[in-house]
């Protein structure tokens, strides 16, 4: 079993920066790989980016590659999500899933799922 905590949401100016971090318990962590999802208000969970469980690969949706970056470090048991330039269509609730099989972009493919933590950018 595999437990995930997201934490360091909050509300940003249009431009800023946030690093949000998924933090995990559970022996299996070192290889799990790990997807971002958020959820803005009235819409469904859409799929921000995926790094496996060694780092080696990632994959980002396109609205946001070259602005956020998934990283992790298996010592500490979390993943990150840097998210820079940030513009207020990147306001959601944002959550860390681990990856079970199927298409990384699907949230059917992920069966432990985080509460979320909020980000709200501003204009």
């Known amino acids: 079993q595999v437990q995930l905590v997201e934490s360091g949401g909050g509300l940003v100016q249009a431009g800023g920066s946030l690093r949000l971090s998924c933090a995990a318990s559970?022996?299996?962590?070192?290889?799990?790989?790990v997807g971002w999802f958020r959820q803005a208000p009235g819409k469904g969970r859409e799929f921000v980016g995926f790094?496996?469980?060694?780092?080696?690969?990632?994959d980002y949706r396109d609205s946001v590659k070259g602005r956020f970056t998934i990283s992790r470090g298996n010592a500490e048991n979390t993943v990150y999500l840097q998210m820079n330039s940030l513009n207020p269509e990147d306001t959601a609730v944002y959550y860390c899933?681990?990856?079970?099989?199927?298409?990384?972009?699907?949230?059917?493919?992920?069966?432990?799922w985080g509460q979320g933590t909020q980000v709200t950018v501003s204009s």
């Open positions: 559970g022996r299996t962590f070192r290889r799990l790989d």
């Open positions: 790094i496996d469980w060694n780092g080696g690969r990632t």
């Open positions: 899933a681990g990856y079970l099989a199927g298409v990384i972009y699907s949230i059917t493919s992920y069966n432990y």
